[in-house]
């Protein structure tokens, strides 16, 4: 019964350990998702400032597995290059030991103070960014909370017979407690989560150093395990940053734990305590690799390149995907329309490969992913075709009120999909060559407030796709917030180009047409996919005729 208790206990703390990592990871990419993008985007021209944007998005996002998934989206489609994505990963690495030296202060004293002020946010405010923050800080809560579960929870193993031998053996077999490592953090997903669990076991003193610091190790190795596993079926460049990270981790580890075989590390001269020691050599473990491997970027992005050839793309060598649409279920409306709703969230991700590269294109040459995007267009032509046409069958049979609304409903976004398509094709693009061939350049305010733009509309393609499989109220009312929102950029670049055109600046005057009708493009991109939240809210009755109502609590 005792042990029972112990396991449910231990259990139930890692749970909400690993819930509220996800937790806060979820609520500052709510919030803060196109800003974080955009700094990605406006660090591209230098190594060390994409380490620092990686940094800076880790040590926010609580995960550098999270980072290495969003450089590696913008390697597939050519927003970034292979070099400045491992620069940013490298960072990333190091913000996620920031903010577990943060995480694991003792500061359990803030956990009622967290709660009330998160929860107040979140339940009390009006706007997204205030309701997110509240989520990010109650998160924070939660993880403080757990770690002290998870010290509640292990008080029994203080006792137990069997904690001493196998402490002792992961203390003398290094590689066993590597692999230990490794293989916590790839269970958990989460090298965070890991790591400030073993501080709360070494707090306790149920783990010394000397096993400790080669479990650390292995979390950041199984860290990078876990991007290499997520993109297994990505683009040949997204899975050389995930490879790429995965080898400065495994021989900075190796290296390590040779140093660790035959020298003692001074680190009561960084800490006192056995845990903040753990927590602060993951931290300079970090960045030691940073240091060292971020001059090496290029060799390492060479060495990717054999590692995953360019001829070994999975997504060029793929047949085309088969549509979802499943005509044998042509006579069970609700089949039928969950087949329509799967095959708009492909045509959906269609467009979103579209979309990212575009704004490289503004600035470099690159026939291949202009033809690409061509070739997918065609694709997105032929998916809203059957798409109709499927539903349009369906529609003979017999539909109840509610399942007719829904195909008409379905209809209307695959046209609006279509639509999306011939903006980027043939507005987008053709402003991109117009660009290049009079070889104008935007000035930096205005190239800012492009990409900035740019990256909001894929943040809210990415929460429009979620509200169309979702059918969540919430995430519909704050798709069309985003509206407004990408109202007031669109009006601040108006105004801020118009001041740079009465200040005589040479690349405004040059750019002027181009710049105004990429914004106007954008906003038409972004108003076509916030139409997927209106029947969501219109049946909630919480979309009148003109605007959006207000809701009272």
Known sequence: MQLSVFLLNLTAAIVLLLYSTRMVRTGVERAFGAELRNVFMLSRRSTVLNSFAGILAAALLQSSTAVALLVSGFAATGVMGVTGSLAVVLGADLGTAVAVQFLSLDIAWLIPVLLVVGGLLFLKGSARVVKQIGRVVMGVAFILLS???????????????????????????????????????????????????????????????????????????????????????????????????????????????????????????????????????????????????????????????????????????????????????????????????????????????????????????????????????????????????????????????????????????????????????????????????????????????????????????QLSLNVLVSEDVESARQLVEEKEYVRTLEEQSHDAHLARLGQGTPQSIATSDIHLDTVRALKEINSRFITFAYPILKKSGLLLDSRLADVKS
Request: aromatic share 4%.
């Open 147 to 461: 770690l002290r579960m998870i010290g509640d929870a292990t008080e029994p193993l203080r006792s137990s017979p069997y904690l001493e031998p196998v402490v002792q053996h992961l203390s003398e077999d290094l590689l066993t407690a590597f692999a230990g490592g490794a293989a916590l953090a790839f269970v958990f997903h989460s090298s965070v989560a890991a790591v400030l669990m073993l501080a709360a076991f070494c707090a306790q003193g149920l783990l010394p150093l000397e096993a400790g610091l080669p479990l650390v190790l292995g979390a950041n190795v199984g860290s990078g395990l876990i991007a290499v596993w997520l993109t297994r079926n990505l683009h040949d460049k997204a899975r050389r940053i995930a490879l790429g990270n995965l080898v400065v981790r495994v021989l900075g580890g190796i290296a390590a734990l040779i140093v660790l075989r035959h020298v003692t590390l001074p680190l009561d001269a960084v800490a006192s305590s056995p845990a903040r020691q753990l927590v602060s050599f993951h931290l300079l473990f970090n960045a030691a690799l940073l240091v060292c491997f971020l001059p090496l970027v290029v060799p390492l992005a060479a060495l990717t390149r054999h590692l995953v050839p360019v001829g070994d793309d999975l997504s060029d060598n793929m047949a085309k995907p088969a549509s979802a649409l499943d005509r044998s279920v042509l006579t069970n409306p609700g089949l039928a329309l969950a087949s329509a709703t799967r095959e708009l969230l492909r045509m959906s991700e269609q467009i979103e490969l579209m979309l990212s590269p575009v704004m490289e294109l503004f600035v470099s040459t690159n026939p291949h992913a202009a033809a690409r995007i061509k070739e997918i267009e065609k694709e997105v032509n032929e998916a809203q075709t059957d798409i109709k046409l499927y539903l349009a069958e369906m529609n003979q049979g017999q539909l109840s009120p509610d399942q007719a609304r829904r195909s008409m409903d379905l209809t209307g976004i695959a046209i609006s999909l279509e639509r999306v398509g011939d903006i980027i094709t043939k507005d987008l693009l053709r402003l991109t060559g117009e660009m290049r061939k009079k070889k104008l350049t935007f000035s930096s305010e205005g190239w800012n407030e492009l990409t900035r733009l740019h990256a909001r509309v894929l943040a809210n393609m």
